[in-house]
């Protein structure tokens, strides 16, 4: 009689063990990992500084088990982000905008495609939250076409590394560097005006 209750316990367990199982396996699943729309209110989560008030491509990382989403200002803050050690574990979804179907100025979140299939423009003339910045296409062709234009090359996810970024921040600072001489010339000269008026 003890063996059989013994028996019926563990089998009830077992039972209980697999429903609590397969509750977890059902919950993983519904996580939703399409993108999402990008609002006044984001902020970047590299740089705290808020998304939709620079131009250029911005991206998306959506956490595949937790639903949890961070929102970049550019495409090169996403993969500042995505290349630190213990991100590049985390299994998340990561979205980029498709800048062949929207001005620089305003991407359209329409046109979010995934990040690790995309193709990616550097040394282009298109601006980002910092300056020139990685420009994302869906497709090849948009890339090459606009390599070509503005003596850029065209790369995959995979290629971008920590030395692709850092060849995107000098051209960053270089960018900086140029438009604060001619914001200062602007002034000087507006200055001299003024006194010579």
């Not at 902020?43 to 961070?70: D, R, Y």
């Not at 690790?116 to 550097?122: G, P």
């Not at 300056?131 to 971008?160: H, M, N």
Request: one cysteine or more.
């Amino acid at each position: 009689m003890v063996a059989l209750k013994q028996n019926l316990q563990r089998v009830l367990m077992l039972c209980l063990l697999v429903f609590v199982t397969a509750c977890s396996e059902e919950a993983k699943q519904e996580v939703n990992t399409d993108p999402v729309t990008f609002n006044a209110g984001d902020e970047c989560h590299v740089c705290g500084m808020l998304v939709m008030e620079w131009p250029g491509a911005k991206g998306q990382s959506i956490n595949k088990q937790s639903g949890e989403t961070f929102k970049f200002c550019s495409t090169a803050d996403l993969f500042s982000w995505w290349l630190q050690p213990e991100n590049k574990t985390v299994q998340a979804q990561i979205y980029v905008h498709d800048m062949a179907q929207a001005h620089e100025n305003t991407p359209n979140d329409e046109y979010l495609v995934d990040a690790r299939e995309a193709w990616y423009v550097i040394g282009s003339d298109q601006m980002g939250a910092m300056g020139p910045t990685l420009v994302s296409f869906a497709e090849e062709a948009p890339a090459q076409e606009l390599a070509t234009k503005s003596g850029g090359r065209v790369l995959r996810f995979d290629d971008i590394d920590l030395l692709v970024l850092q060849e995107v921040g000098q051209a960053g600072h270089k960018y900086a560097e140029d438009h604060g001489k001619q914001i200062r010339e602007s002034m000087d000269a507006g200055h001299s005006e003024g006194q010579a008026e």
